[in-house]
């Protein structure tokens, strides 16, 4: 886990706001869920038999007041789980459309590494109450316009479909069969996923079974007549607003949930945290969490990994554009008074406080970022005066009225 530090905080603010700014556009509303939840609810829907929930989870027992076991909760490994949990409890469901969105804290006890924390940020976007294509479309779109927004290029984007429960039944029992013939070449974690969930077997990332995984049967071959044709009407879809696009049919998700479209946004610049984004359909979800049948699909995008691929430009602004220099007793209030005025126009200001020197003074102005220093001393404030002194190139320094600042800031201030 690890601390963001106000030098960093800017390129935080600037993509929260980007990512609000898009999804905005988009429709999408936003929705905040607690960092605690019980932790039934995670294995009921990522699945008992998964690394998240058999290794990765920080749980722990409730206290109860009854001098009984309390109820386990956890801290949430993801987002779609809390998020499906809340539609659910609070009937926003069932025959309706919703469009949504999160971000926050995520939390897994793994093995740290570049884009990878245990303490982790993740933007998650999830659209309930519509089954068509069209809305898978369009949450690919929405990301890819996010990129352009970031400054991020270089990602490619896979594409599978894991079809329906009934057609992958069908593929589970050839992939049973297949593995079951190589046993002895599994390693461990794949024998026991052999009986429990054998797609995730295709999702290793043990070198040593690439070449039997790349020959084991492909999903795409049992896909049912329905997943077909809406897979396909997502790629014409995907090529008509150009978007490119690489088939992968041994893209499975590392969650239990998922059903016909899954995808994922890819980059070569983190080493082997590859996935930047990743998401698909997980229709029948709130059905397995106690709701109605609902369709579903949503996406969850790493923050701290975006931000590694951010250009190093891209950041909010964050320093104050005036530094307020005041010596004497009558120049602290005036400049003051006169601080909050500028403040009131939407100047970022920030006033000298702690006393000092001239010199000491300037110190801290030219540390602040400023671009300009605002200088009261007791003589300017008694007529009504400052002076307006540039910090980062040689103009020369002016003074003028209150009556006369704001005019004169925006134009040493303009772009």
């Not at 960093?8 to 929705?31: C, I, K, P, T």
């Not at 990129?147 to 894991?162: H, P, Q, T, V």
């Not at 070569?268 to 997980?282: E, F, I, M, N």
Request: charged fraction near 25%; hydrophobic fraction near 40%.
């Amino acid at each position: 886990m690890n601390d963001v530090l106000p030098e960093q905080s800017a390129r935080w603010q600037f993509l929260e706001g980007a990512v609000r700014d898009v999804l905005d556009q988009y429709g999408y509303q936003e929705m905040r869920m607690p960092l605690v939840e019980q932790t039934a609810l995670f294995c009921r829907s990522i699945g008992e038999v998964t690394d998240i929930v058999e290794k990765e989870m920080y749980t722990w027992q409730d206290r109860s007041s009854e001098k009984k076991a309390g109820d386990l909760l956890s801290l949430r490994p993801e987002g779609t789980a809390s998020c499906v949990r809340a539609v659910i409890e609070h009937g926003l469901a069932f025959n309706q459309q919703q469009r949504v969105w999160y971000q926050g804290p995520m939390f897994r006890r793994e093995r740290p590494q570049k884009g990878r924390y245990r303490q982790f940020h993740q933007v998650g976007v999830e659209v309930f109450g519509i089954d068509g294509p069209d809305v898978d479309a369009e949450l690919i779109m929405l990301s890819a316009r996010l990129w352009k927004r970031l400054g991020i290029d270089g990602l490619r984007l896979e594409l599978n479909s894991l079809g329906t429960a009934e057609s992958r039944a069908v593929y589970r029992e050839q992939l049973v069969e297949y593995f079951t013939g190589h046993i002895d070449q599994l390693d461990e974690d794949s024998k026991r996923r052999l009986e429990s969930n054998p797609l995730r077997i295709l999702d290793s990332k043990n070198p040593a079974l690439a070449e039997i995984i790349a020959q084991a049967p492909s999903l795409p071959d049992s896909l049912d007549d329905e997943s077909k044709a809406h897979f396909a009407t997502l790629c014409a879809t995907l090529d008509k607003a150009g978007i490119a696009y690489e088939l992968n049919p041994r893209l499975v998700r590392g969650l239990d949930y998922y059903s016909r479209t899954v995808f994922e946004w890819k980059t070569d610049k983190l080493g082997a945290q590859d996935a930047v984004c990743s998401g698909g359909r997980y229709d029948g979800l709130v059905e397995q969490l106690g709701g109605r049948p609902t369709s579903a699909i949503g996406f969850a995008m790493g923050m701290e990994r975006l931000l590694a691929l951010m250009p190093d430009a891209l950041e909010r602004e964050q320093s104050p554009q005036i530094y307020m220099v005041l010596v004497g007793d009558s120049a602290q209030q005036y400049g003051v008074m006169a601080a909050e005025n500028l403040r009131d126009a939407n100047f970022r200001v920030q006033v000298n406080a702690g006393g000092g020197s001239f010199k000491a003074q300037f110190k801290r102005a030219d540390k602040s970022g400023a671009a300009l220093a605002l200088v009261v001393g007791d003589n300017e404030a008694d007529a009504g005066t400052i002076v307006i002194k540039d910090l980062r190139n040689n103009a020369e320094q002016t003074t003028v009225s209150l009556a006369e600042l704001n005019t004169e800031l925006m134009q040493r201030l303009a772009p």
